[in-house]
Protein backbone atom coordinates (compact mmCIF):
# COMPACT_ATOMS: atom_id res chain seq x y z
CA UNK A 1 0.00 0.00 0.00
CA UNK A 2 2.81 2.58 1.07
CA UNK A 3 4.79 1.96 -2.19
CA UNK A 4 1.16 2.45 -3.93
CA UNK A 5 0.45 5.57 -2.23
CA UNK A 6 4.59 6.79 -3.17
CA UNK A 7 3.78 5.85 -7.25
CA UNK A 8 0.69 7.96 -7.00
CA UNK A 9 2.38 10.77 -5.41
CA UNK A 10 4.92 10.89 -8.14
CA UNK A 11 2.39 10.92 -10.28
CA UNK A 12 0.78 13.74 -9.57
CA UNK A 13 3.89 15.73 -9.15
CA UNK A 14 4.76 15.42 -12.46
CA UNK A 15 7.80 13.74 -11.43
CA UNK A 16 9.18 12.23 -14.71
CA UNK A 17 11.95 10.34 -14.98
CA UNK A 18 14.74 11.93 -18.01
CA UNK A 19 16.68 10.15 -20.65
CA UNK A 20 19.21 12.60 -20.99
CA UNK A 21 19.54 14.65 -17.78
CA UNK A 22 22.20 17.06 -19.28
CA UNK A 23 20.02 17.68 -22.37
CA UNK A 24 20.28 21.37 -22.15
CA UNK A 25 23.28 21.80 -19.68
CA UNK A 26 25.50 19.55 -21.73
CA UNK A 27 23.97 18.52 -25.41
CA UNK A 28 26.71 17.04 -26.47
CA UNK A 29 27.35 14.95 -23.33
CA UNK A 30 26.86 11.80 -25.14
CA UNK A 31 28.89 12.22 -28.07
CA UNK A 32 32.17 13.41 -25.75
CA UNK A 33 32.28 10.16 -24.14
CA UNK A 34 31.22 7.55 -26.30
CA UNK A 35 34.02 9.36 -28.70
CA UNK A 36 36.94 9.34 -25.89
CA UNK A 37 35.86 5.88 -24.75
CA UNK A 38 36.07 4.48 -28.23
CA UNK A 39 39.96 6.15 -28.46
CA UNK A 40 40.79 4.17 -24.97
CA UNK A 41 38.70 0.69 -25.97
CA UNK A 42 40.45 1.19 -29.30
CA UNK A 43 44.20 1.67 -27.66
CA UNK A 44 43.79 -0.79 -25.22
CA UNK A 45 40.03 -3.91 -25.76
CA UNK A 46 40.79 -4.47 -22.09
CA UNK A 47 40.00 -1.25 -20.51
CA UNK A 48 36.18 -2.18 -21.92
CA UNK A 49 35.56 -4.49 -19.06
CA UNK A 50 38.19 -2.36 -16.50
CA UNK A 51 35.58 0.86 -17.10
CA UNK A 52 32.65 -2.30 -16.64
CA UNK A 53 34.10 -3.18 -13.42
CA UNK A 54 35.47 0.22 -12.09
CA UNK A 55 31.28 1.14 -12.20
CA UNK A 56 30.20 -1.84 -10.09
CA UNK A 57 32.47 -1.42 -7.72
CA UNK A 58 31.40 2.43 -7.42
CA UNK A 59 27.84 1.53 -7.36
CA UNK A 60 28.17 -2.08 -4.96
CA UNK A 61 29.60 -0.19 -1.77
CA UNK A 62 27.70 2.95 -1.42
CA UNK A 63 25.38 3.35 -4.10
CA UNK A 64 26.47 4.77 -7.85
CA UNK A 65 28.21 8.03 -6.05
CA UNK A 66 31.93 7.99 -8.33
CA UNK A 67 33.29 7.46 -4.83
CA UNK A 68 35.70 4.44 -6.03
CA UNK A 69 37.52 7.40 -7.78
CA UNK A 70 38.41 9.51 -4.99
CA UNK A 71 41.88 9.09 -3.22
CA UNK A 72 42.64 8.87 0.23
CA UNK A 73 45.94 10.17 2.14
CA UNK A 74 45.55 7.24 4.39
CA UNK A 75 45.17 4.47 1.97
CA UNK A 76 40.84 4.40 3.34
CA UNK A 77 39.45 5.03 0.19
CA UNK A 78 37.00 2.43 -1.77
CA UNK A 79 39.89 2.31 -3.97
CA UNK A 80 42.43 0.83 -1.25
CA UNK A 81 39.71 -1.80 -0.57
CA UNK A 82 41.18 -5.32 -0.26
CA UNK A 83 38.94 -7.00 -3.17
CA UNK A 84 39.49 -3.52 -4.72
CA UNK A 85 43.34 -2.58 -3.82
CA UNK A 86 45.78 -3.60 -7.46
CA UNK A 87 42.81 -5.17 -8.93
CA UNK A 88 40.39 -2.34 -10.22
CA UNK A 89 41.86 -0.44 -13.45
CA UNK A 90 40.89 2.85 -15.63
CA UNK A 91 41.19 5.21 -12.98
CA UNK A 92 43.26 7.22 -15.52
CA UNK A 93 41.43 6.93 -18.39
CA UNK A 94 37.91 7.90 -16.38
CA UNK A 95 40.84 11.43 -15.83
CA UNK A 96 40.86 11.41 -19.38
CA UNK A 97 37.71 11.53 -20.17
CA UNK A 98 36.74 13.73 -17.12
CA UNK A 99 39.10 16.60 -18.70
CA UNK A 100 37.28 16.02 -22.30
CA UNK A 101 33.91 16.54 -20.70
CA UNK A 102 34.64 19.34 -18.69
CA UNK A 103 36.93 21.13 -21.50
CA UNK A 104 32.75 20.50 -23.37
CA UNK A 105 30.95 21.56 -20.38
CA UNK A 106 32.95 22.94 -17.23
CA UNK A 107 31.57 22.26 -13.96
CA UNK A 108 28.14 20.64 -15.05
CA UNK A 109 28.54 16.48 -15.19
CA UNK A 110 29.54 14.73 -12.37
CA UNK A 111 32.12 12.27 -11.52
CA UNK A 112 29.32 9.31 -11.37
CA UNK A 113 27.18 10.13 -14.43
CA UNK A 114 30.58 10.12 -16.35
CA UNK A 115 31.54 7.01 -14.76
CA UNK A 116 28.32 5.13 -15.73
CA UNK A 117 28.22 6.18 -19.71
CA UNK A 118 31.67 5.05 -19.99
CA UNK A 119 30.71 1.69 -18.51
CA UNK A 120 27.92 1.56 -20.90
CA UNK A 121 30.04 3.12 -24.00
CA UNK A 122 32.58 0.30 -23.25
CA UNK A 123 30.20 -2.40 -23.46
CA UNK A 124 28.63 -1.49 -26.44
CA UNK A 125 32.16 -0.82 -27.80
CA UNK A 126 33.11 -4.40 -27.39
CA UNK A 127 29.64 -5.46 -28.40
CA UNK A 128 29.43 -4.60 -31.92
CA UNK A 129 33.03 -5.17 -32.71
CA UNK A 130 32.89 -8.84 -33.58
CA UNK A 131 35.89 -10.95 -32.39
CA UNK A 132 37.89 -11.65 -35.62
CA UNK A 133 37.79 -7.41 -36.13
CA UNK A 134 39.55 -7.31 -32.38
CA UNK A 135 42.41 -10.45 -33.20
CA UNK A 136 43.03 -9.16 -36.75
CA UNK A 137 42.81 -5.67 -36.36
CA UNK A 138 41.80 -3.40 -32.90
CA UNK A 139 41.20 -0.59 -35.44
CA UNK A 140 38.66 -1.94 -37.50
CA UNK A 141 35.59 -1.42 -35.09
Known amino acids: MF ?8 IASGAKLSKS ?15 KVNEIINADLGMAPGLLRLHFHDCFVRGCDGSVLLDSASNSAEKDAPPNFGSLRGFAEVDAIKATVEKACPGVVSCADILALAARDAVVKVDTCPLFHRVNDKHMC
Do not use: D, I, K, Q
Open 21 to 35: PYYRTCPNLETVVRT
Open 3 to 10: FAVLFMAA
